[in-house]
């Protein structure tokens, strides 16, 4: 048993409650500094996939710059705190169904692949600090930026390029959405 | 179980529970809120359990998916940011017209 069982298991805890409250709470400012506290547990847990670059990605784009634009948007909302608005008995009832038909659906996919074996075991153990390892065969962590941004120029260059318009495009569009139409 | 939670962060089931639920909570929130930004929070919890999945599939099958599956997460956080700055502006498009982002109320096309 290894003690970063005491960190993992928490962490999941953590990023399932944060996600609750982020879809589900009442009052916006909160959903969206919880949904902060969930993508944040959903970092630590790249660390625990040896996916430190994505890691840290994920911490630069998501916690500094969505969740920066989210509590922006929630400024738009009527329901900042004490107001509230509440869903209508429809759309609870469809929420209740859709909801409890995905996480069946979803659960059972994951209980099947721990049954049928499909879960291979990492033969090291894994710890959050490592040693720096010979070469890239021997671990994915440290050599890993090195490598992504090789295949990010090689095999991937042309995803990769057609992602580096998207955003151009995406500044031009949004920049075109939010200007006033008198000029 | 216990064999379940002792293996912990070494099998892959956790991290597919994880996204499975992930997911679950953003469709859940996609449909319960009216609120235009609250939607676009079960978006991103939605996103989120998806690009989790990939990268602990990769993680276990080997170096080479491990890396292809860690650069088409980096693909979809991109995508992500690029969403969610065209929903912001959307937001606040429709906010200008209608002066809420209630997604109930905001009907018409041409104010």
Not at chain 1, 59 to 88: A, C, E, Q, T, W
Not at chain 1, 92 to 118: D, F, N, S, Y
Not at chain 2, 28 to 34: G, K, P, Q
Request: aromatic share 8%.
């Amino acid at each position: 048993m290894s003690p970063s069982l005491f960190l993992f298991w928490p962490l999941v805890a953590l990023v399932l409650v944060s996600a609750a409250t982020a879809a589900l709470a009442r009052n916006l400012v909160y959903a969206a500094l919880s949904l902060g506290v969930s993508l944040a547990g959903v970092a630590g847990l790249y660390l625990f996939l040896q996916a430190e670059y994505v890691a840290v990605i994920q911490m630069i784009v998501y916690v500094g710059g969505i969740l920066v634009l989210i509590l922006f948007g929630v400024m738009f909302s009527r329901d900042l705190l004490g107001k509230k608005v509440r869903p209508n008995w429809g759309a609870r009832i469809l929420g209740g169904i859709v909801g409890l038909v995905t996480a069946i659906a979803c659960g059972r996919v994951a209980w099947i692949a721990a049954e049928r074996g499909t879960m291979p075991t990492t033969s090291a153990p894994l710890t959050l600090v490592r040693s720096a390892p010979e070469s890239w065969a021997g671990s994915i962590a440290t050599d890993a930026p090195i490598h992504l941004g090789t295949l990010l120029m090689n095999a991937w260059l042309a995803p990769f390029l057609v992602i580096a318009m998207l955003l151009t495009v995406v500044l031009v569009a949004a920049l075109g959405l939010v200007r006033k139409e008198s000029a | 179980m216990i064999d379940f939670l002792l293996s912990g962060p070494e099998s892959l089931a956790p991290y597919l529970l994880v996204g499975a639920g992930l997911f679950t909570l953003g469709l859940l929130a996609c449909v319960v809120r009216r609120n235009a930004v609250g939607y676009l929070i079960g978006i991103e919890l939605m996103l989120n359990g998806g690009i989790l999945n990939a990268v602990a599939y990769g993680r276990f099958r080997g170096l080479q998916a491990a890396a292809d599956s860690q650069i088409l997460a980096l693909f979809a956080i991109g995508l992500a940011a690029a969403e969610a700055a065209i929903a912001l502006a959307l937001v606040y498009a429709v906010f200008r017209n209608f002066r809420d982002v209630d997604l109930d109320l905001v009907r018409t096309l041409r104010s």
